[in-house]
């Protein structure tokens, strides 16, 4: 810079103001080293105290950028102490806001981040799931509050945003339509972990697949078809399609169409119907003690006893179908009931193996 420039600088601003510049300057950058040791030391101790961890991460994450932003606002009060040329102000001020801008993004993501590592974690019920999920969430949101962050720095800069985005318009245009079904699967991704339809090895129907949830990833989900294969499920179509939540039901919905011979007594029809309430009530520890029993139709061949039990919701649904089934011929043998040839029974529609 020229001489006469700072000679002029140096006649406008006296000892005193230049002095107080760096007294605000200064004081600025005590104060910052004052919060980071306070926080360390008086805050942190406080928010491990309470239940949650959205506190212990908010202060941890949030000592260096408020320590910058404390510094960034001393520079410019101690600035504004001081008079200078008209083109110099103008470029501190520039600089000044761009570094404000950048400072409360940087708090800004902070926060994010904690309050998405603490929902994901507190939804989650394994670490390792947290983990997996965890990097893909951060970078989305870390990119989408720094990409704002960045437009609002380089339009108090005294840039044309809007034409700046309109050069890169065609290129970001044909990324996205490039990207769309990544970013459509990893945003549904994110829909997922925030709705949490359901866990890790839980047993789900979506579209025509029906197995268990293996991994739920930022891009895709794996479940193991009851047929054995492994499905990679795009994680869009969880949220374009209706999820059958089969681990989460209360309980399952057995229907069994029994059809004795014509034959058959009055009595020994009452008969079947006591025996299979007593089937019921001998397997509690698999069975609901709900149930529906009634001799429903004359068929062609068979007198119809419509047979409606509940398996409960911890039971293995395989192994209490077969104890049922079981139980009923062994039952029906032993008390001389002939079923009719040709006879049907059949499971209802809750059951898809």
Do not use: C
Not at 4 to 15: G, I, K, R, Y
Not at 174 to 193: D, H, P, R, S, W
Request: hydrophobic share 50%.
């Amino acid at each position: 810079m020229p001489l006469e420039p700072l000679q002029s600088f140096a006649s406008v601003n006296s000892l005193h103001d230049w002095l107080r510049a760096v007294a605000f300057a200064v004081g600025a950058w005590v104060l910052g080293q004052v919060v980071y040791r306070l926080a360390g030391a008086v805050l942190r101790p406080l928010a491990k105290r309470t239940s949650t961890r959205l506190d212990d991460l908010l202060v941890e994450r949030l000592r260096a950028p408020v320590v910058v932003l404390i510094t960034v606002l001393g520079f410019i009060a101690s600035f504004q102490q001081l008079t200078f040329g008209e083109r110099v102000s103008v470029w501190a001020e520039r600089v000044f806001h761009v570094a404000v801008a950048l400072a409360v993004t940087w708090v800004v993501a902070r926060i994010a981040m904690a309050v998405i590592e603490e929902l994901l974690q507190g939804r989650s019920e394994g670490r390792s799931q947290t983990s997996r999920m965890l990097p893909g969430v951060r970078a989305v949101v870390k990119v989408l509050v720094w990409g704002l962050g960045i437009v609002v720095a380089l339009n108090n800069a005294g840039y044309d945003v809007a034409a700046l985005l309109a050069g890169i318009g065609i290129g970001g245009l044909a990324l996205a339509l490039a990207a769309q079904e990544t970013v459509a699967n990893v945003f549904g991704g994110i829909t997922m972990y925030a709705d949490r339809p359901f866990q890790l090895g839980a047993r789900v129907r979506v579209n025509a697949h029906d197995g268990f949830v293996q991994e739920i990833g930022i891009r895709s989900t794996r479940i193991q078809a009851l047929a054995g294969p492994i499905v990679v499920i795009p994680n869009k179509k969880f949220t374009e399609s209706t999820i059958e939540n089969v681990s989460d039901e209360p309980s399952r919905r057995v229907l069994v169409e029994l059809g004795l011979v014509y034959e058959t007594a009055p009595a020994k029809l009452e008969r079947a119907m006591a025996v299979l309430k007593e089937i019921v009530m001998a397997h509690q520890e698999i069975l609901e003690e709900r149930h529906i029993i009634s001799f429903n139709a004359f068929k062609e061949y068979a007198l119809n006893i419509l047979f409606i039990y509940f398996i409960r919701k911890d039971a293995d649904i395989f192994e209490a179908h077969s104890r049922v089934n079981l139980a009923i011929l062994r039952r029906f043998h032993e008390e001389g009931l002939s079923l009719a040839y040709p006879t049907a029974v059949e499971l209802a529609g809750e059951y898809k193996p």
